[in-house]
């Protein structure tokens, strides 16, 4: 082990000693569905701050990738009301009976840093294709997408807060998926919630509408990872980028598309 990889790995065991010390408040009921909110939130945060400025600075809008559209306080308030709607509703009456029939586990060792990173990147991969799959099925079959995914696609245009505008059903599977992955992979509770954080803020990026010269998909090589402006194009054309992360499954089912045969969105980026 080199000494950052231990560093990291002390740096973990302090973590997860911090959490262990704090119980009483990870076994409640009421911490998945607020640890979720917290979360999201956070993430959602700076850019419906950037939103919000949008209008006014134009370096802003130099990394909108639709800068022709504006988020208005009418519509982040109703998707926030309609994301805390679901989470009382729905995900907290779900928090209650996993954590009534599965005991939190809280083993004393935190995981090495290298068994994070390969469970997370393994649960991300499994999310990756099983979303893709759900997505394109809810795409293909048109009374799936009347009913159950058609409301996920109300703009065309996409905000951060829009990664959780979705109908009940859609929120109940994605919920699920990220729920089973570290079930089957048998990932220790550190490393769920790291999973958990993660997904979180892949899937805010890749609605956020916004596109960084440190945005996720320019730091990972060989256009593996699609992005903001890969799930942007999916909302403006419909028929492609199915992939919430990830571009391999797009590819194999010639459903791939990138800015680089998008002249549309090019010009609206001039």
Not at 5 to 29: G, K
Not at 123 to 133: A, E, G, I, K, S
Not at 177 to 182: C, D, E, R, V, W
Request: with cysteine; proline share 5%.
């Amino acid at each position: 082990m080199t000494n950052s990889e231990s560093t990291e790995t002390v740096f973990l065991q302090i973590l997860w000693d911090w959490l262990r010390e704090r119980q009483s408040l990870i076994r409640s009921p009421f911490f998945p569905v607020l640890f979720s909110l917290i979360i999201y939130l956070s993430c959602c945060f700076p850019y419906v701050c950037l939103d919000l400025l949008c209008s006014r600075l134009a370096l802003v809008r130099r990394f909108k990738i639709q800068p022709q559209s504006q988020l208005t306080w009418a519509t982040a308030c109703g998707c926030l009301r309609k994301i805390l709607r679901n989470h009382a509703c729905f995900i907290f009456p779900l928090s209650v009976v996993h954590w009534y029939w599965k005991a939190v586990v809280s083993p004393p060792l935190a995981p090495d840093t290298l068994s994070v990173v390969r469970d997370v990147l393994a649960c991300l991969l499994l999310f990756d294709t099983q979303y893709f799959l759900w997505h394109l099925l809810h795409h293909k079959v048109s009374w799936l997408y009347l009913v159950f995914h058609k409301e996920h696609h109300r703009y065309t245009a996409t905000f951060s807060l829009t990664t959780e505008d979705t109908s009940v059903w859609e929120m109940l599977s994605l919920f699920f998926f990220t729920t089973l992955n570290p079930a089957i992979l048998d990932c220790h509770p550190l490393t769920e919630m790291l999973f958990f954080i993660t997904n979180i803020y892949l899937s805010v990026e890749a609605h956020s509408g916004y596109e960084f010269p440190w945005s996720t998909h320019r730091l990972v090589p060989f256009g593996l990872y699609g992005g903001a402006q890969h799930h942007d194009l999916h909302h403006l054309k419909f028929k492609v980028n199915y992939a919430p992360y990830f571009t391999h499954w797009d590819r194999l089912f010639g459903t791939l598309q990138g800015e680089h045969t998008d002249t549309e969105v090019k010009k609206h980026r001039l």
